[in-house]
């Protein structure tokens, strides 16, 4: 059994073929969470859970893209772009609240975070989009507390400074005793470490599993295994074979395989381990 900690079933990449996904992965013994990023894929992540008795499960957040204005971004699969919008939406704190009371399926707030990918791209400056993307992070954060949901962390840097936002990512986070998971992490061993010592948990994806990518193995390795999860991003970042192609919740073993062998160990430890590690977190 494995569980993937972090993936977007709930988005239009699966309009015609979410259930047959989600099946796939269940036939596969592999349980997931559909993450929200803004209230509508939010509402779809419970629309979905909700369907099936165990295996399948939601969180509901605002992705911190979605809060400077419309961009478009574009994603490649098999050979065919896909343009997609990010609607700008501002936070709401009683909406959030009662979307997530809403089902015991439920088990996160999140995606929000940090995002400072589009600097100098947007109508607002960096510092704008600094105070406007913290600000709902705090608003989370106090919903998290007063509903005692964990939460999945963004994090993403600007292209010419990559790991600053992690810094600024732990100074919101460094006194607030929430419990969550950093997903996809992209940042430096330090970081990492200093992540884990909040108490929080690290997500890989398939990123581990690219040829490029030996600094980033170095760093699942280094970290405690109780402190790891596996995820896929789905559809994003599929991981070898399948890059390139649209990624999907049942690839995850391949996240955990590439684990396996970077710690040398058996695969069985490593999805012991992390679905372990997933079931605390999100109290499955």
């Not at 990449?13 to 509508?40: C, F, P």
């Not at 609607?87 to 009371?101: C, G, H, I, N, V």
Request: hydrophobic letters at 40%; aromatic letters at 10%.
């Amino acid at each position: 059994m494995l569980i993937d900690s972090h993936c977007h079933v709930n988005f239009n990449a699966y309009r015609d073929d979410a259930d047959a996904t989600i099946q796939r992965s269940l036939d596969k013994e592999i349980w997931l969470i559909n993450v929200g990023s803004q209230l509508s894929t939010s509402q779809r992540s419970i629309t979905l859970a909700q369907k099936y008795p165990e295996g399948v499960y939601a969180a509901v957040g605002l992705h911190p893209i979605h809060l400077a204005q419309d961009i478009t971004e574009s994603a490649k699969f098999d050979g065919q772009e896909y343009a997609f919008t990010t609607r700008r939406e501002t936070f709401e704190y009683d909406r959030y609240k009662q979307l997530a009371q809403s089902s015991s399926k439920v088990v996160a707030l999140g995606e929000v975070g940090l995002d400072y990918y589009y600097f100098g791209e947007v109508s607002l400056t960096p510092e704008e989009m600094r105070k406007v993307q913290q600000e709902t992070l705090d608003g989370f954060l106090a919903l998290a507390k007063e509903l005692q949901l964990p939460v999945i962390f963004h994090c993403r840097g600007a292209k010419d400074n990559p790991h600053q936002a992690y810094d600024d990512l732990y100074d919101c986070l460094a006194e607030s005793g929430v419990r969550g998971v950093v997903h996809c992490f992209g940042g430096s061993l330090e970081q990492a470490k200093k992540f884990v010592d909040l108490g929080l948990y690290v997500g890989f994806t398939g990123i581990i599993t690219f040829k490029n990518a030996e600094e980033l193995r170095a760093i699942a390795v280094a970290l405690p295994l109780d402190r790891i999860l596996v995820e896929t991003d789905a559809p994003f970042l599929a991981p070898d074979p399948y890059r390139g192609k649209r990624n999907e919740p049942a690839y995850v073993e391949y996240v955990a395989k590439t684990l396996a062998e970077a710690r040398g160990v058996d695969f069985e430890h490593i999805a012991e381990a992390t679905v372990h590690n997933t079931r605390q977190l999100f109290s499955l």
